[in-house]
């Protein structure tokens, strides 16, 4: 595999594994994903979907303390409405090239997988996490909303009395509650985890590649108009609380409080 590493002002960086791509994302201290980032991985999936054999890839963090944050913050200091459009409509886009990616996609958490990260990780085939790793939706608490197509996949996977506490309450929680509601599929040794995803990745790439893709889509079920639907209801809601007195105070005080690199 050849032409696949990326630069590091993209916030991750691609390793070819004898054939399975470790896709690291890498944006110290906590992997929060900016709209830079977002379109890095977006246009990774999608390039390599057109491939004539696309890879299996793991989906993993730098670090041992953070998978992903979510969201970068930072960025919505002072931005104006149609560029927090733009954020939300690449993420969106990512979030269907990650679901419409034919070959295995392993995901693994090495340590907090929250907002964004979760909806990413949420994406992949069989996700194992380290045992220190923890999960939630903390959007609700901090003036945010996660992107429309994520919940729906969150409600698809764990069913909605599950989504809807986790979504509401806005609390993390450790990597056996998320094997236990169908999050992860194992728990590893943070040492062991990589080589464990790469066993995954291969043991998933060794199925004929035409039916596991045919399985994928069949599971996944992709829908242009659906798609399209999750799309305009997380650009209405953005609309509506972006500007929102309440939630304007609570990004606020999470800036306030938060210490070092943005968080979401």
Known sequence: ???????????????????????????????????????????LFTDLTAMREAPPIVLTGRGERF????????????????????????????????????????????????????????????????????????????????????VQRAIRMLGARVTRQILLSGELFDAQRALEIGIVD???????????ALTSAREAAAKAPVLYGALKCSVNDPDDDRDQTYLQRTLAAAARYFDDPTAHGL????????????RG
């Open 1 to 43: 595999m050849t032409g696949l590493e990326t630069k590091p002002a993209a916030g991750f960086s691609t390793v070819d594994h004898a054939g399975v791509l470790v896709v690291t994302l890498d944006r110290p201290p906590a992997n929060a994903v900016n709209r830079g980032l977002i379109r890095g991985l977006s246009g």
């Open 186 to 196: 194992g728990l590893v040794e943070p040492a062991d985890l990589v080589d464990a």
């Open 67 to 150: 998978f992903c944050a979510g969201g970068d913050i930072k960025e919505l200091e002072g931005v104006a409405q149609h560029e927090l459009d733009a954020r939300m409509r690449e993420f969106h886009a990512l979030l269907v090239a990650m679901d419409r990616y034919p070959r295995p996609v392993i995901g693994a958490v090495n340590g907090h997988c929250v907002g964004g990260g979760m909806e990413i990780a949420l994406f992949a085939d069989t996700v194992l996490a380290a045992h220190g790793a923890r999960f939630g939706f903390p959007e609700i608490n901090h003036g945010l909303l996660p992107a429309d197509k994520g």
């Open 251 to 262: 990004r606020e005080s999470w800036n306030d409080n938060r210490s070092g690199g943005g």
